[in-house]
């Protein structure tokens, strides 16, 4: 092979190696496509480990790893194998994640926390009432999270108790933690939240009291995650409550309640907002909060309060701080009514107290404007929702999700998702109800059962009959006589089965039970004796008996009674027979029947009146263990037309389903010939899932209304949208948009962070029908079939495309976002020689053929030209960088934008923080965010930029004063004049520069070698103007834009056109389809070879600005 063959072979072979270690994927992509998994065989384990060992590095070169030493190899070397080997063949680009990460594990309870904490005595002593009042009453003004990280650190502290055999209840706490000597860790926090010393005899009290306080408010954020309770520094949590308290409560409201209760409404509306980005506060953890909610266009003044440094994962410290702020206002307004309210009122007139009792009457709750916040809405304002564009797909709950609207705090541009609105808009939805029923949350001390059952295990209860005493048994028979035998207890089924043989009793036909009914297995020799033993026994046929399956702790306990046996001395047998001890008084055993409803005390029969199998004449009861404190029950109270009431207690996990089977024994009262419910909240206006639990629609601290309704009135809706699909039932005269205003249906859709004006709804499995405005505000009932079959309705994206050159916009609708770029194209059938690239409209960065639109955050594209792009190379700082590398081509990120876009878009798609980090052009200035990349295409091919940290110190303003322009860039104190001069020239997209000088306070600059600090070396900003010198300017009016160049006598209007195609960034190789026209007293045709001295024979006055239109030829 001769030399020219070898550098062909190796010259396509540096290609190809070239093509593979240039490719890149985002680590986004990778976790978004589930790709990159690693599944490890043992033999991978294995070649891992062993892997581990063969780079093992030795202190001082030795041969052997030492006794007793770290294990140390070489990390880098093994995580690049396993990426080599299981990841992927490109380079992996992580600066979409890097920042700070918290790790967070949650926290596993395989026992419960009574069996953990269960102290000697020794430790469990009471504080004194005096004790509590002068050291530990200020726990009721400490906030929630020091308490939750306090009762933590406590309950952290009495396990390590737990397993000391030592007495220590005579040391302090201090002392003991000291004492540990390698936990010193663990004595700064216990400083750092502020817990007392205390004598360790008292632990188990003191923790017992943080955990009461901080029920106080823990149900408030019960479902947060545990990334955004992370607690406030010290000094910042001093800062922000000082702040908050000065803006807020220091202030003189000269006891005017409506500004106090625009306060309160304002830390609500604040508190609502918070609470509806939760989601998106738990992915920007890290994030300042403030800047957050800026972002995502969060408007309340309280968070000009709220300092930078605090975070997104401080949601719950600030919550709590904004909580109590609002309860000192609120305390404030009572204390100002109970001022202004009449305590005694001497008027005796009969008359007079008559009306003033019934004006009292009808007084509202002061408080209903806070526990009901609901913004009215102006029928103006009603008019314009309803007048909405007809491009929103459903205009209705436009406020209801989280709309990609993009709003970009840094740029003033809509990039980013904005806050939740709520709409106002209400339905009024035709139905008949049946029923209502009224849920509320009450305790566990209202079921008369429960409360019964709690005192007697707390009693202590002995055996009243000892087993070696005789005793006189009485057993009547079948045939009804009554025998007495004087039998030993010890002996009872002993003697019961010697009866049994003697009356030849067929003990498949006949049982013995106690007098409380309740069966007596003593044809089970291994069988025990009951805990209390019966003096009275009855055999009688084994048909009357029932079952009781008693369900608790995953095993079942069967006992068998009679019709007539009371449930709660069965309850009791059942706890005696199984020793059933609670860990805590405030610990409940509670009984519900297959319907979730709580077990009421009476007797079986009643129980069997409400069950609706009973064929093989079993009851099952479900026994549960709950906490008087933290658990609830839920009434629910059955009301009818005929003004009937029924009222019962359900567990709060009960689905809507038990509830319907439970109704069906109320057909009497509720007077209906329907046997199948359906149940509506009239508040969300939405039919109830029956597989959905009853707690989930009650309200915490109001009772909630569900009416019920016939089925028939109902039908089932499917939504789908890409590979998901969801099953609703809804009512047939419910719109279309109403029954899409669903939070949850939106969720389950992955359509929660979607815009709505982004889909489109079509009815049928295919593309059948495009639903339009007017359809998606009928009625459900409108596309219900003869045969009431399930309605099915797709949701589909519509991509917008705009071509750049002539703003002609395209649309294609798409069942799912998983495709590429590439299939984009295709769709659109466009010619890919005119047309060559997709842009981001919210980047302008053009977009790889292989990008999948999932990946991506729009849904709005613009198509350009070749000529249209451009090149841009960002050069990083090694000092930025999370690892070292030496190939300074790899520490370069090489990007294409379109012409028209700005400096800011470059910082927006590279996340870059313009807080922190700047892009310097050509080494000495830093553009500022709106200039438009095309002002640097005419320099080189690619636009050069490096990222340097910070920002350089002078801000320099340059003012256009033809056209009021102006520029804004940074720089530095040696830049001068010339470079200046040039820098406007630039950015102006100024190519004349004879034309133009420099001026700076009425001062004309015409020394090029003056530098800024000639000028003034102690600025920060300066502001210059650059002015034309020219003595005739042409205006030129293109379309409803004029540009105005300075010219001269010889200027050509080639040069006229040229440099106006170049203001209005039009390409120049479409110069030969423009033309010049004067505006003379008639429009005159102007040659591209005529000057300006020409065109004067057409202006006799010779003005000093001539005017020109730009115009395509053969318009």
């Not at 030993?488 to 006949?510: A, C, G, P, Q, T």
């Not at 995953?554 to 019709?563: Q, S």
């Not at 005696?576 to 029969?605: M, P, Q, V």
């Not at 060559?836 to 613009?862: G, Q, R």
Request: charged share 25%; net charge negative; glycine share 2%.
């Amino acid at each position: 092979m001769n030399n020219n063959d070898n550098n062909n072979v190796f010259g396509a072979l540096k290609n190809l190696v070239n093509n593979l270690t240039s490719k890149e994927v985002s680590i986004l992509q990778i976790v978004h496509d589930n790709t990159g998994v690693i599944t490890l065989t043992e033999n991978d384990c294995l070649s891992i480990e062993q892997l581990s060992c063969a780079t093992l590095i030795n202190e001082n070169d030795e041969y052997f790893q030492r006794v007793d030493t770290k294990f140390n190899f070489d990390f880098i070397y093994l995580q690049s194998y396993i990426i080599r080997t299981y990841l992927l063949f490109c380079h992996i680009n992580y600066r979409h994640i890097i920042q700070n990460y918290q790790c967070h594990k949650k926290r596993i309870q395989g026992i419960v926390d009574g069996e953990i904490f269960d102290l000697d005595e020794k430790y469990s002593i009471q504080l004194t009432r005096q004790q509590l009042e002068n050291d530990w009453n200020h726990l009721k003004d400490m906030y929630l999270d020091k308490l939750y990280h306090s009762h933590n650190l406590l309950r952290q502290i009495t396990i390590i108790l737990k397993n000391y055999q030592d007495d220590l209840s005579q040391i302090n706490l201090y002392e003991f933690i000291q004492s540990l000597g390698d936990d010193n860790n663990l004595f700064e926090q216990i400083q750092q939240f502020e817990i007392k010393d205390f004598q360790l005899c008292y632990i188990d009290h003191i923790r017992q009291l943080y955990a009461n306080s901080i029920s106080g408010f823990q149900h408030l954020f019960t479902d947060v995650s545990q990334l955004l309770r992370i607690s406030i520094d010290n000094q910042l949590d001093y800062e922000l409550n000082q702040m908050l308290t000065g803006a807020i409560i220091s202030i003189d409201y000269n006891d005017n309640i409506d500004k106090i209760k625009l306060t309160i409404q304002m830390i609500t509306d604040l508190l609502n907002d918070l609470r509806l980005i939760e989601n998106f506060l738990l992915q920007q953890s890290n994030h300042s909060l403030k800047e957050t909610c800026d972002i995502l266009n969060i408007e309340n003044s309280i968070l000009s309060f709220i300092p930078n440094e605090i975070k997104c994962e401080n949601y719950v410290a600030v919550s709590i701080h904004l909580i109590r702020m609002r309860t000192i206002l609120q305390e404030q307004i009572v204390n100002i009514e109970e001022k202004q309210t009449k305590q005694w009122n001497e008027n005796f007139n009969i008359k007079s107290s008559f009306e003033e009792e019934q004006q009292q009457q009808k007084q509202v709750n002061r408080f209903l404007d806070f526990l009901n916040e609901q913004s009215s809405i102006s029928n103006e304002t009603l008019q314009n929702i309803n007048d909405s564009n007809d491009n929103d797909i459903w205009p209705e709950i436009l406020h209801d999700i989280t709309n990609y609207s993009n709003t970009d705090n840094l740029l003033d541009r809509e990039d980013f998702p904005r806050q939740l609105q709520h709409s106002t808009i209400e339905e009024h939805v035709e139905y008949s109800s049946l029923f209502e029923l009224h849920i509320k949350f009450v305790s566990l001390t209202l079921s008369t059962l429960f409360e019964q059952i709690h005192k007697q295990s707390e009693e202590q209860q002995t055996q009243t009959i000892p087993l070696s005493k005789a005793q006189k048994f009485i057993i009547t028979h079948p045939d009804g006589k009554a025998h007495i035998y004087l039998w030993k207890s010890e002996n009872l089924f002993e003697k019961l089965r010697h009866l049994f043989d003697k009356e030849k009793y067929d003990i498949n036909r006949f049982v013995i039970v106690d007098k409380n009914e309740i069966l007596i297995d003593f044809t089970n020799r291994n069988a025990q004796l009951p805990y209390e033993i019966s003096l009275e026994y009855f055999i009688i046929e084994k048909t009357l008996l029932y079952s009781i399956q008693f369900n608790f702790q995953r095993k079942l306990f069967e006992y068998f009674a009679t019709l007539k046996s009371n449930i709660s001395i069965v309850i009791d047998r059942f706890i005696r027979d199984n020793n059933i001890k609670l860990l805590s008084n405030n610990i409940y055993l509670c009984f519900f029947d297959e319907h979730g409803k709580s077990i009421d005390n009476g007797t079986i029969a009643d129980l069997t009146s409400q069950i609706n199998h009973l064929d093989n004449k079993t009851i099952s009861i479900t026994v549960t263990e709950e906490d008087n404190q933290t658990s609830m029950l839920c009434e629910v109270t059955l009301r009818c037309k005929q003004n009937g009431e029924q009222i019962s207690l359900f567990h709060p996990t009960t689905k809507w389903q038990q509830v319907n089977q439970w109704l069906k024994h109320f057909i009497q009262l509720i007077d209906s010939s329907v046997n199948e419910f359906a149940f509506f909240d009239k508040e969300q206006n939405i039919i109830i899932d029956e597989n959905q639990s009853i707690s989930s629609t009650i309200e915490q601290t109001k009772s909630t209304i569900i009416d019920g309704i016939s089925r028939d009135t109902t039908t089932n809706v499917i939504f789908s949208y890409e590979n998901n699909s969801v099953l609703v039932h809804a009512l047939k005269s419910m719109r279309i948009c109403h029954v899409l205003n669903n939070e949850r249906l939106l969720r389950e859709l992955h359509l929660i962070d979607i815009s709505p004006n982004d889909c489109v709804l079509v009815l049928g499995e295919m593309n059948e029908r495009i639903l339009s405005q007017d359809d998606i505000r009928q009625s459900i009932g409108n596309y219900v079939n003869i045969n009431n079959e399930p309605i099915h309705f797709r949701i589909s994206i519509s991509i917008q495309i705009m071509k750049y050159d002539n703003q002609e916009p395209l649309q294609i609708l798409l069942s799912n976002r998983n495709i590429t770029i590439e299939d984009i194209f295709q769709l659109i059938k466009t010619s890919i020689d005119i047309y060559k690239y997709l842009a981001s409209n919210y980047s302008k960065k053009i977009l790889d053929y292989n990008e999948k639109l999932s990946n991506l955050i729009d849904t709005k594209f613009i198509l350009v030209k070749e000529d249209e792009i451009c090149l841009i190379s960002i050069e990083k700082s090694k000092n930025s960088q999370l690892i070292d590398i030496d190939d300074d081509e790899k520490n370069d990120i090489h990007q294409r934008f379109t012409i028209f876009a700005t400096i800011g878009d470059i910082y927006r798609e590279n996340q870059i923080d313009i807080d922190h980090q700047n892009l310097l052009y050509d080494k000495d200035f830093v553009p500022s965010t709106e200039i438009q990349l095309i002002c640097f295409s005419s320099i080189s091919s690619i636009i050069r930029f490096n990222l340097i940290d910070g920002n350089l110190p002078v801000t320099v303003i340059i003012i256009n004063n033809q056209n009021n322009k102006s520029i804004k860039f940074h720089c530095s104190l040696t830049m001068t004049v010339k470079r200046l001069f040039f820098i406007a020239c630039l950015l102006f997209g100024l190519n004349n520069n004879n034309y133009y000088r420099l001026m700076h306070i009425d001062c004309l600059l015409d020394d090029d070698e003056v530098s800024l600090d000639d000028i003034d070396s102690t600025m920060n900003q300066i502001q210059f103007q650059l002015i034309s010198i020219a003595s005739i300017n042409s205006s030129i009016r293109y379309d409803d834009q004029t540009i105005v160049l300075p010219c001269s006598d010889n200027t050509l209007a080639a040069t006229i056109i040229e440099e106006t195609l170049k203001q209005l960034h039009i390409p120049q190789e479409n110069h030969h389809i423009y033309e010049l026209i004067a505006l003379a007293d008639d429009r005159t045709t102007i040659e591209s070879d005529m000057s300006i001295e020409d065109v004067y024979q057409l202006f006799p006055s010779h003005p000093t600005t001539i005017p020109f239109e730009l115009i395509k030829k053969n318009e």
